[in-house]
Structure formats: C-alpha cells, structure tokens
C-alpha cells in the first residue's frame, strides 16, 4: 500500500472510545475508533476489534460489550488504555469503574456517557472482527462541550 493512498484513508474521521467487556471475572479494555451507530430502530453500532486481542476474545465469549464515551480532554485516558489491562479493586488502568445495570459490563466513571451492547451478528474478515451490537441500556452522566476524536490527538490510525 503506498504511503499516498495510507495518508487518504488516514482522513476518515474517527471517535475514539473505551470498549470494555468481561469474560467469566476477567475484564478487558481497549481504545479504540473503528465504531459507528448503524440503526435507530433497534439501535445498533458496529465496532472493529483487533483479532486475537483480549478485548476481541472477551466479547467472543460473552456477546457483549460496553463503550465508554471520551470528553475531548481525554486524550490521557483513551493513552492508557492502549496498554495491557490491569485490574486493581475498583480501578482498571488506574481509573475507576462500576459495573453496568444490564449486562453487569465494567463502565469507567471519568466517562461522560456510556452503553453497553449485546452483540447480535459478526463479520469475520480482514485483520479486525466486527460485531454489531444492539444497545440495552445507557447513560449520558454529563454533557461534554465535545468528545474526543482522533485528529485532535496527533495519533494515527488506519491505513
């Protein structure tokens, strides 16, 4: 792939997002920004997740699957979530979570919205797996003046 046609797929715009699920008492969390809402009715989004990662695996095994909303502060945030998961009490990464009202999904709390799904199809192809999810359940805990994408972070990704 030439450098050229890396650099235009590089100007799609990308959220960025904590997706969190659990598998059995073990949690997992990555940031990610290949995600985008699909339906209103049901309400569904899609998210890509990398292949043999722990998040993919987790929501593999338990069909579900929570995204937690950045504020455009929060570029510190979605940075610790790009290492491995550590799990200490209440914390995930050093920042605190609580468990979701339906699917029991970890929500970090710093967030200033959330949702969790339940995957309802999946697509295998390429290097990422894509799961639709239908959302369940939700909460927007605060408004933000903007929330978090990639091109305010320097960060690249895709192509």
């Given at each position: 792939m030439s450098e050229a046609f890396r650099k235009a797929l590089r100007t799609l715009t990308y959220g960025l997002y904590v997706v969190t699920s659990r598998s059995g008492g073990e949690?997992?969390?990555a940031t990610v920004n290949f995600l985008t809402q699909t339906s209103f009715n049901p309400p569904l989004?899609?998210?890509a997740l990398k292949r043999d990662s722990g998040l993919q695996r987790a929501v593999e095994s338990s069909r579900s699957f929570a995204v937690n909303v950045l504020s455009a502060d929060q570029k510190q945030l979605a940075a610790d979530f790009f290492k491995p998961v550590k799990v200490e009490g209440n914390n995930i990464n050093g920042h605190p979570f609580r468990l979701s009202r339906?699917?029991?999904?970890p929500v970090l709390e710093e967030c200033p919205a959330w949702f969790e799904c339940?995957?309802?199809?999946?697509v295998d192809q390429g290097d990422h797996v894509i799961y639709v999810g239908k959302v369940?359940?939700?909460?927007?805990?605060?408004?933000a003046d903007r929330y978090l994408v990639m091109w305010d972070t320097g960060w690249y990704y895709g192509g």
């Open positions: 949690l997992s969390a989004v899609v998210v339906t699917l029991s999904l339940q995957v309802v199809e999946k369940v359940d939700g909460e927007l805990v605060r408004q």
